[in-house]
């Protein structure tokens, strides 16, 4: 889902919160805890797959050896959302209860694309 005119991704759905009143019915304190299961905006599922390739070669000086490297990094160039923003914010609309959460759940980046690099060494 995105975020109003913004472009970005609302990971979390604002209208599925309410926050929790500051007192129950009898006036005492209630939990600030609310009935929200455990970890309710956890992040997206993260796909990284990495590849690492070395090979030694000997030449024809006895002492000089040369290797190569390669190196990718998110090999299939799978996108990966970076982390909702943090904190569901509300406002006060009596003393004893908050209205829905008007902020808060939105992801704004990614994490980095397919990198790759080279790399030659003497080895003497």
Known sequence: MRAANTGYVQYVNLDAFTLPSTTDASGALAS??????RNPGRTPAFYETDLDLNK????????LKVEFRGELYNLFN?????????GLGGTLSTPATLNAPTSG???????EPRIVQFAL???Y
């Open 56 to 63: 030694r070669f000997n030449t024809s000086i006895e002492s």
């Open 121 to 123: 060494k003497l080895i």
């Open 105 to 111: 759940g939105v992801i704004t980046s990614t994490f």
């Open 32 to 37: 600030p805890f609310g009935n929200a299961s």
């Open 78 to 86: 799978h996108t990966n959302l970076y982390l909702p923003s943090s």
